[in-house]
């Protein structure tokens, strides 16, 4: 079983990204799409799949997932499902009103939602809460043992899936990826070349050697120039 089976529209692909994850770095099971589903997959027998094998369900609530007819579909089996008493489920507002829910199922509105989206941490913090049944004692996977972390950090590798099956890190890609090879997806999420430079700058004076033990000093120079081109002034964190 599932801890939590995530529903959301395309649309809205960033934020229920930054949840799935979120929620998946302290140690929770979660349904979600771009995690769950695997190539020759049946589309619609995986999602029922997913949220029949799930505990509880979050519904990631805005104008595009009111409006979508496959939403609806996971909606009212979510919603069905915890009228029977079979699910939690955990309603984000995310740019809706309670009129505009209720518009489209009347108990939904019924059922007390976060709708104080700010910051993605403090969503992820009170599911945690409600997720891990109120716990007194949790553990939490520290973040710098999240892979894509350490990739971003500069202290490990990450496998690019190509028929030389090549490994790189963080420096090691910057210096020898052509331009038209942008952007990176890593664990969820889209990276330019500016957004991995700017990682970079934030530690490239403040701890050289990491640079220096992938590329040597002629890359640690290299990635210097880079960073200052593209309006990152590494110095400014040394």
């Known amino acids: 079983m599932h801890d939590t089976f995530i529903s959301y529209a395309t649309e809205d692909n960033d934020f229920a990204t930054d949840i799935a994850y979120g929620l998946k770095a302290n140690g929770l099971s979660t349904w979600f799409a771009p995690l769950s589903l695997k190539v020759g997959d049946k589309l619609l027998d995986s999602i029922e799949k997913g949220l029949n094998e799930s505990r509880s369900g979050i519904l990631i609530i805005t104008k595009s997932y009111l409006a979508k007819k496959w939403t609806s579909f996971e909606m009212d089996v979510l919603v069905r499902q915890h009228i029977e008493g079979k699910k939690l489920i955990f309603p984000i507002w995310h740019g809706v009103n309670k009129e505009e829910v209720e518009s489209r199922h009347v108990g939904l509105g019924g059922i007390v939602a976060i709708t104080d989206i700010q910051s993605t941490q403090q969503v992820v913090a009170q599911l945690i809460e409600v997720l891990s049944s109120g716990a007194k004692s949790r ?3 520290p973040i710098w043992e999240d892979p894509a972390h350490r990739f971003l950090q500069g202290f490990s590798e990450i496998n690019l899936p190509t028929h030389r099956g090549v490994t790189t890190t963080i420096f090691e890609f910057l210096l020898h990826t052509k331009e038209d090879d942008y952007p990176l997806w890593l664990a969820g999420k889209l990276y330019s070349k500016d957004d991995l430079l ?5 530690y490239l004076a403040a701890d050289p050697e990491r640079t220096k033990t992938w590329v040597g000093d002629e890359g640690y120079q290299q990635i210097w120039k ?13």
């Open 139 to 141: 553990g939490v996977i």
């Open 198 to 202: 700017y990682k970079v700058s934030q």
């Open 226 to 238: 880079m960073c200052i081109e593209s309006g990152y002034d590494p110095s400014i964190y040394g």
